[in-house]
């Protein structure tokens, strides 16, 4: 694996650290735009074959009970980066991205960036409510909701205005062999209540709205269980 990819995306979204949900959402689709332009170079000079070959396991960190939208999110973020999402399932659901290495390896830094900028923001979305002694029953699910959604949004919207992205950021066929092949004990329902409240609006217009520039560039033994959505 090039670990220099690795390397730079995690720079990418360091730069970014305690800024806004749309900085959060900005630094995410740069690392899309990194990853693709890598795949490309890769090819021009065909080496894409031998650098690219190895297909990984990534077991996350990152693990949920409740918290479904965190599932919903990292589905999301495999989709746009080549990978398959599953989960390893004892007292609690872990998080696994199965795809080429440095694919896997980007999808678990993006997704415990994008967490952690998510439950950054609903800390003080719910200061604000409780100071105003306003229930902050169910709004996580209704902001994580919509911050995925505008999320999503920005991640096609840039594979359709760079079609080549499109084809590079696709799984590959020997990624979905080995997904294909793999024996799933049980499937995990990871639909998520919420709300079409303000705050899910905000978070879906958060994504759409913000554009793109050259700004953050500068600047046991366990079950293994396929996910259901």
Same mark, same amino acid.
């Given at each position: 694996?090039?670990?220099?990819?690795?390397?730079?995306?995690?720079?990418?979204?360091?730069?970014?650290?305690?800024?806004?949900?749309?900085?959060?959402?900005? $630094?995410?689709?740069?690392?899309?735009? +990194?990853?693709?332009?890598? =795949?490309?170079?890769? %090819?021009? !000079?065909?080496?894409? &074959?031998?650098?690219?070959?190895?297909?990984?396991?990534?077991?996350?960190?990152?693990?949920?009970?409740?918290?479904?939208?965190?599932?919903?999110?990292?589905?999301?973020? $495999?989709?746009?980066?080549?990978?398959? +999402?599953?989960?390893?399932? =004892?007292?609690?659901? %872990?998080? !696994?991205?199965?795809? &080429?290495?440095?694919?896997?390896?980007?999808?678990?830094?993006?997704?415990?960036?994008?967490?952690?900028?998510?439950?950054?923001?609903?800390?003080?979305?719910?200061?604000?409510?409780?100071?105003?002694?306003?229930?902050?029953?169910?709004?996580?699910?209704?902001?994580?909701?919509?911050?995925?959604?505008?999320?999503?949004?920005?991640?096609?919207?840039?594979?359709?205005?760079?079609?080549?992205?499109?084809?590079?950021?696709?799984?590959?066929?020997?990624?979905?062999?080995?997904?294909?092949?793999?024996?799933?004990?049980?499937?995990?329902?990871?639909?998520?209540?919420?709300?079409?409240?303000?705050?899910?609006?905000?978070?879906?217009?958060?994504?759409?709205?913000?554009?793109?520039?050259?700004?953050?560039?500068?600047?046991?033994?366990?079950?293994?269980?396929?996910?259901?959505?």
């Amino acid at each position: 694996m090039d670990t220099k990819i690795i390397e730079k995306v995690k720079k990418l979204l360091a730069l970014s650290e305690s800024s806004n949900e749309n900085e959060a959402q900005l $630094a995410m689709i740069k690392a899309q735009e +990194i990853l693709a332009k890598y =795949k490309l170079s890769l %090819k021009e !000079v065909k080496e894409f &074959k031998k650098i690219n070959s190895k297909i990984i396991k990534k077991v996350s960190d990152i693990t949920f009970r409740t918290s479904k939208w965190k599932a919903e999110l990292a589905d999301v973020i $495999a989709n746009n980066f080549g990978c398959y +999402i599953y989960f390893e399932t =004892k007292r609690t659901h %872990k998080i !696994v991205f199965l795809g &080429k290495e440095e694919d896997a390896m980007v999808c678990n830094i993006i997704l415990e960036y994008a967490i952690d900028s998510i439950e950054s923001t609903m800390r003080v979305i719910k200061y604000s409510y409780r100071k105003n002694r306003m229930s902050t029953r169910g709004i996580t699910n209704d902001y994580a909701m919509g911050f995925i959604e505008g999320l999503n949004y920005r991640f096609e919207k840039q594979k359709q205005n760079n079609r080549e992205w499109g084809l590079v950021l696709m799984r590959d066929a020997d990624v979905t062999e080995t997904y294909n092949n793999m024996d799933f004990r049980k499937n995990l329902n990871c639909d998520v209540d919420f709300e079409y409240s303000e705050i899910y609006d905000q978070g879906v217009e958060d994504g759409k709205k913000f554009s793109i520039s050259d700004k953050v560039e500068q600047g046991k033994s366990d079950e293994t269980v396929l996910l259901e959505c």
